[in-house]
């Protein structure tokens, strides 16, 4: 059983700044990928940000330049440094964890349940 529990969300002005964390917990032998995602409204869940296990970090165009996807591996976290919001960054934000859970399964996908980011004056 593998727990990701998210913190971080809340309200804040265009413009403005936020940063999300989200922490693995259970039975975790390794973790390779981690990102988060969001949904809006009415919308499909969309990539935000992924950082593999040796670093490496992909965004999705609309956050390039204003978000920063980090990890801390010692403590199976990862962060998102949300910079120069806008409305339209308005979502729930899930984070996801490629996880295997002992060194003979494949890995899993577990997700968070979302904390809400509202960008607005």
């Known amino acids: 059983q593998v727990q990701l529990v998210e913190s971080g969300g809340g309200l804040v002005q265009p413009g403005g700044s936020l940063r999300l964390s989200c922490a693995a917990s259970g039975s975790i032998f390794r973790i390779n990928a981690m990102g988060w995602y969001r949904q809006a409204p009415g919308k499909p869940r969309e990539l935000v940000a992924t950082?593999?296990?040796?670093?490496?970090?992909n965004y999705s165009d609309s956050v390039k330049g204003r978000f920063t996807i980090s990890r801390d591996s010692a403590k199976n976290t990862v962060y998102l440094q949300m910079n120069s919001l806008k409305p339209e960054d308005t979502a729930v934000y899930y984070c996801n964890a490629q996880v295997k859970v002992n060194a003979y399964y494949p890995e899993y996908d577990y997700w968070g349940q979302g904390t809400q980011v509202t960008v607005s004056s």
């Open positions: 950082i593999t296990s040796g670093g490496i970090t």
